[in-house]
C-alpha cells in the first residue's frame, strides 16, 4: 500500500486520485450483488476524461455532503472516544502498483480502518433501528480493506444528539476476489477507451 498523506478535499487530494478507480465509487464498476453496475461506462468515461485532460469534474456537492465533510472530524473524535481507539488521518491510499485506490476516513493501524457517514436524521435512525450497514456502503468498506490489505473495518453512522450507530465489518475475501477481477478488467478497458480518444 502506498499512502499519500494530504488531507482529503485539497488540490493534492485530487490529483493523487484522477484517473483513478476509487473504493467510495468501485459499486459503479461492480454491485454489493455481484454484478456488473448500470454505471460503469459513465464511470469509465468519466476517468478516460480525468486521464486525457489531467483535470477532475470535481462535481455537485448538496448541504448533506458538506455537512458530512463539516462533521467528520467530530465524529472521528466521538468514534475514538467510544472505542478507546487512536484513529490514524490519510489522504488517499493506493495499491502497490498505483492503479486504484481509498480514501479511509482513518485507519486503525496496523490492520483496520474506518467509514464514517453523517447521514441525515431518518438515515441515522434507520442504520439503528435495522442494525446493519446500509448495503450501498458494502462495496466502498470491502474495496478499502482491498486496497490496504486491512482485516476489519468500522462503519459508523454520526448525528449530533442520538446514539452512535457503529458496525465492524469483516473482510470478505470471496467478494474482494470478485471485485479485484472486475477493478483489473475495468482498468483494462480504461486504458482502450483512453487510446482510441487520444487517436480522434
Known amino acids: 500500500m502506498i499512502?499519500?498523506?494530504?488531507?482529503?478535499?485539497?488540490p493534492e487530494w485530487f490529483a493523487a486520485?484522477?484517473?483513478k478507480p476509487s473504493a467510495s465509487r468501485f459499486a459503479e464498476i461492480?454491485?454489493?450483488t455481484g454484478k456488473e453496475s448500470k454505471s460503469r461506462e459513465k464511470?469509465?468515461?468519466?476517468?478516460?476524461?480525468e486521464v486525457i485532460s489531467g483535470q477532475m469534474d470535481v462535481g455537485y456537492k448538496n448541504g448533506y455532503m458538506q455537512?458530512?465533510?463539516?462533521?467528520e472530524d467530530e465524529a472521528r473524535s466521538t468514534f475514538e472516544f467510544i472505542e478507546g481507539v487512536e484513529i490514524s488521518k490519510v489522504g488517499f491510499c493506493l495499491d502497490d502498483g498505483g492503479r486504484w485506490g481509498c480514501s479511509p476516513d482513518g485507519l486503525i493501524l496496523p490492520e483496520g480502518?474506518?467509514?464514517l457517514k453523517c447521514k441525515n436524521l431518518a438515515l441515522h435512525v434507520e442504520c439503528i433501528k435495522k442494525d446493519a450497514v446500509p448495503a450501498q456502503h458494502m462495496v466502498q468498506i470491502q474495496g478499502g480493506m482491498w486496497v490496504t490489505g486491512a482485516k476489519y473495518w468500522y462503519f459508523m453512522s454520526y448525528f449530533p444528539g442520538v446514539k452512535a450507530f457503529i458496525k465492524l465489518v469483516p473482510r470478505n475475501d470471496s467478494f474482494i476476489k470478485q471485485l479485484e477481477i472486475a477493478v483489473r478488467q475495468?482498468?483494462?478497458d480504461l486504458d482502450k477507451v483512453v487510446e482510441e480518444v487520444k487517436r480522434y
Not at 499512502?3 to 485539497?10: N, R
Not at 455537512?67 to 462533521?71: A, F, I, S, T
Open 30 to 32: 461492480y454491485t454489493s
Open 113 to 115: 480502518g474506518l467509514e
Open 17 to 19: 486520485r484522477l484517473g
Open 67 to 71: 455537512r458530512g465533510n463539516d462533521m
Open 186 to 188: 475495468f482498468c483494462v
Open 43 to 49: 464511470y469509465l468515461y468519466e476517468l478516460a476524461g
Open 3 to 10: 499512502i499519500i498523506d494530504c488531507e482529503q478535499g485539497t
